[in-house]
């Protein structure tokens, strides 16, 4: 097993993940390369690429044992396993739309995971300059003050963060409107801000009180995890179960009676897994 100490992680990727900000934060309102992955709405920028190589090196030259899981490297064509190696997973702009549109809710988010557990989260935005911080068994952190959730255990008193996604699939479309018109007459609010880790976030703030998305990627979600988690928050699968990384669906929440209420109520839908090879 690969060296593996949390706070010298942490050190090395607090710095480089300041070093990636100012690139995005220099970025964000100039004009850009953009580039089409799957379909027409799941893009990609020069700055999505920069971030990621400037990451994954800088990473790679402290920790030369560790592996890597980025989402620009895997649309490239490496492959995404996920394995009980310290293993970083990065995603270097979530919200790559919004940053396209030059709409400041962007974020880098940076997980390590170990043995599949989440031992270190960062998730930054560096427009807003809002740094989200966690360490396993250490807390949740904002800009340095501690998180927690909200609580709210009612969905009729529930803020809830919903998203539309970046796949074009007529089923996976069909469940996102179907869900949302399924709730809309049930809570106090739906918003879709367009950022998996910022919209976890901002549940470990209390400022939303769950979030569900069926689509998302393990770098969306493994930084994130370890904040929600830290801020007293429940992480799920969208039905319920054990989260799994991998599995692209995830659903969490301020209480555990939120996410079941919330897991009963959602129409399913199952992506392809990440790391199956093609
Ligand atoms: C985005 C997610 C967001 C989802 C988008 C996209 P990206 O990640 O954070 O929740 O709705 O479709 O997947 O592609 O900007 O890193």
Not at 251 to 267: D, F, G, H, M, R
Request: hydrophobic share 40%; glycine share 8%.
């Amino acid at each position: 097993m690969a060296e593996f100490d949390v706070q010298e992680c942490y050190k090395v990727a607090m710095e480089l993940v300041k070093t990636a900000g100012k690139l995005v934060r220099e970025a964000i309102n100039k004009k850009k390369n953009i580039e089409i992955k799957s379909c027409a709405i799941d893009l990609v920028t020069e700055s999505d690429k920069a971030v990621e190589k400037l990451l994954i090196s800088g990473l790679s030259s402290s920790f030369p044992d560790h592996k890597f899981i980025g989402e620009e490297s895997v649309s490239a064509g490496e492959k995404c396993v996920f394995t009980d190696a310290p293993t970083w997973i990065i995603d270097p702009i979530d919200g790559t739309m919004n940053f396209v549109h030059s709409f400041p809710h962007t974020c880098i988010s940076v997980g390590l995971w170990v043995n599949k557990d989440a031992e270190l989260g960062i998730v930054y935005n560096p427009v807003l300059e809002q740094m989200f911080t966690a360490i396993k068994g250490e807390g949740a952190f904002l800009n340095g003050e501690k998180l927690s959730v909200s609580g709210e255990t009612e969905l009729a008193k529930s803020l809830i963060f919903a998203e539309m996604g970046s796949s074009q699939d007529a089923e996976k479309m069909d469940t996102v409107i179907t869900n949302l018109t399924t709730l809309l007459p049930k809570v106090h609010g739906l918003r879709a801000m367009g950022s998996c880790a910022l919209n976890m976030c901002y549940v470990a703030t209390g400022g939303g009180d769950a979030y569900y998305e069926f689509g998302i990627h393990a770098w969306d979600t493994a930084a994130a995890y370890l904040v929600v988690k830290e801020a007293g928050g429940v992480i799920v699968d969208t039905e319920g179960g054990p989260f799994d990384l991998m599995n692209r669906r995830v659903l969490c929440a301020s209480t555990q009676q939120l996410a079941e209420t919330l897991s009963k109520i959602l129409k399913q839908y199952q992506p392809e897994r990440d790391g199956v090879s093609k």
